[in-house]
RNA sequence: GGAAGCGUGGCAGAGCGGCCGAAUGCACUCGCCUUGAAAGCGAGAGACCCGCGAGGGUCCGGGGGUUCGAAUCCCUCCGCUUCCGCCA
């Protein structure tokens, strides 16, 4: 969420940088709206004061003085209380507004609103060369019986996965050798719930404006959303306090399931484990200084691409578009995998820097020593995604025989270092 | 799910319906003292909102009510603790 304030300094240039994003920004209404509610704050505090001095004024009243006095009291209460009504409706709709105003995108990005419109930034590996034709990891899954798509359907409908035997093993496999890397990169490791409030989901900026993207569970009048990402839990486990600056930066981790309704995006990647409605993932957050935030981003990302060239996957990262870029962030730096199956590089992970925008909404507070106050700024990125890391795994690590070779660093938690059809 | 109790500042803990944004202690900041530290002494210090500022306002779990006036009274919701039941 932005200040209104620095929103309309015309310094801020927000007009022109939500422009790159396709959003139009109403200045004038969101102008004239503040002015309203502030105004009635004015006002509702003016007679407020008036009406604590004739209160204290009553206490010292004679007799025949009172009437008159309590009369007024009642009076002045009237007004505030009519004023304290209007300063809700209007921080009310300010508010929604407000919480509908995306991120303003940095200039560094590239125009344009597509993942075509990113720009590369650097290759790690060699796209695998094959001397045959390399299957796709859906039919590399089946064929080495560790994945069972249309079982999952059966169970739960398409766009859940079934793994079984090594695929499991594999799995899990990958989840510790994630966590292990990130506690080595100083990340603290955390359990959070997977089901959290409406609140929550508004710090980190999923709510109000994408519930359609989340699945949603209730019992009686408890409403509850299943977590897209451990981003939402592990930046929000500071909503509402305040952090002293020094303590910063903040590193964590955390290993969950991520539940995504893909609305919207029927007909894509409908084939093997690329898009799920429910898949696990290790997310690395960061809460730092925001004057440091650019410099953290390259830091995350730094440890987000050891993931990959541990495992030895070839990939690339790029910058992407401004309008390609998420409803809270400011700058996103997303790292494609190598996929042989699809000939192409395929997003894996995505570093974001999110700037005070989620902190203001989660209320994410900073002091520095000399006593200044603040807003943190957030940054996360996967560290990585089990099923996309493991699609990345099978179709780079497949040989002529059908078999897999499994990331030599990822065989201590195997036990096996290949896969071999049943 | 049933019963009882409790929710005050970073923590602990006072608080007759007006003199309470709130005693006191600890922790904290700055001075003095000290070779240094501790102790001791002195001073200071809450958060948020509106305002260029002066200043004003809000905040004693949340919401509502009574009253000229509520941390103090009433209602309600939430949370915590203990006991019972149920469960992994």
């Known amino acids: 969420m932005h200040d209104p304030r620095v929103l309309l300094d015309p310094t801020t240039d927000a007009v022109r940088k939500l422009a790159r994003r396709g959003f139009h920004l109403d200045v004038e209404s969101l102008e004239k709206l503040l002015a309203s509610r502030n105004s009635a704050i004015h006002r509702g505090d003016e007679a407020r004061a008036e009406a604590k001095r004739t209160a204290a004024a009553v206490r010292s009243a004679t007799t025949e003085e009172r009437p008159a006095l309590v009369e007024q009291a009642r009076e002045?209460?009237?007004?505030?209380?009519?004023?304290?009504?209007?300063?809700?409706?209007?921080?009310?709709?300010?508010?929604?507004?407000?919480?509908?105003?995306?991120?303003?995108?940095?200039?560094?990005?590239?125009?344009?609103?597509?993942?075509?419109?990113?720009?590369?930034?650097?290759?790690?590996?060699?796209?695998?060369?094959?001397?045959?034709?390399?299957?796709?990891?859906?039919?590399?899954?089946?064929?080495?019986?560790?994945?069972d798509l249309a079982r999952a359907t059966k169970l739960a409908g398409p766009r859940f996965a079934v793994l079984r035997g090594k695929g499991p093993a594999l799995e899990r496999?990958?989840?510790?050798?994630?966590?292990?890397?990130?506690?080595?990169?100083?990340?603290?490791?955390?359990?959070?719930p997977t089901l959290v409030n409406r609140e929550t989901m508004t710090g980190t900026g999923q709510l109000p404006k994408f519930e359609q993207d989340l699945f949603k569970t209730g019992v009686g009048d408890?409403?509850?959303y299943l977590i897209p990402t451990a981003e939402v839990p592990l930046t929000n486990l500071h909503a509402r306090e305040t952090l002293a600056v020094e303590d910063l930066p903040l590193a964590y981790t955390a290993h969950t399931p991520c539940f995504r309704s893909e609305a919207g995006s029927y007909g894509k990647d409908t084939r093997g484990l690329i898009r799920m409605h429910e898949f696990s993932k290790v997310e690395l957050v960061r809460i730092v200084d925001p004057a440091r935030s650019r410099e953290e981003l390259e830091v995350l990302l730094g440890h987000a691409e050891a993931v990959m060239r541990g495992l030895g996957l070839a990939y690339r990262v790029v910058k992407l578009a401004a309008g390609d870029i998420g409803f809270s962030a400011e700058f996103t730096y997303d790292i494609e995998v190598w996929l042989p199956g699809q000939q192409r590089y395929r997003e894996i992970a995505s570093a974001s820097d999110f700037g005070t925008f989620q902190a203001r909404r989660a209320g994410i507070r900073t002091k520095a020593k000399d006593g200044t106050r603040g807003f943190a700024a957030t940054l996360n990125s996967s560290g990585m995604p089990i099923g996309r890391t493991l699609v990345a795994v099978l179709e780079q690590g497949q040989q002529a025989d059908g078999s897999v070779r499994i990331p030599e660093a990822l065989v201590p938690y195997t036990g096996f270092d290949v896969l071999t059809p049943d």
């Open 222 to 224: 408890r409403e509850l």
């Open 173 to 192: 496999a990958l989840a510790r050798y994630f966590l292990d890397l990130a506690a080595e990169h100083g990340y603290l490791e955390f359990s959070v």
């Open 76 to 147: 002045l209460k009237a007004v505030v209380t009519a004023a304290e009504t209007e300063t809700r409706q209007l921080e009310a709709q300010l508010q929604d507004v407000l919480l509908g105003i995306p991120n303003l995108p940095a200039d560094e990005l590239p125009d344009g609103a597509s993942d075509a419109d990113a720009e590369v930034v650097r290759s790690w590996g060699e796209p695998t060369a094959f001397d045959f034709t390399p299957l796709d990891h859906a039919d590399l899954g089946e064929r080495l019986g560790i994945l």
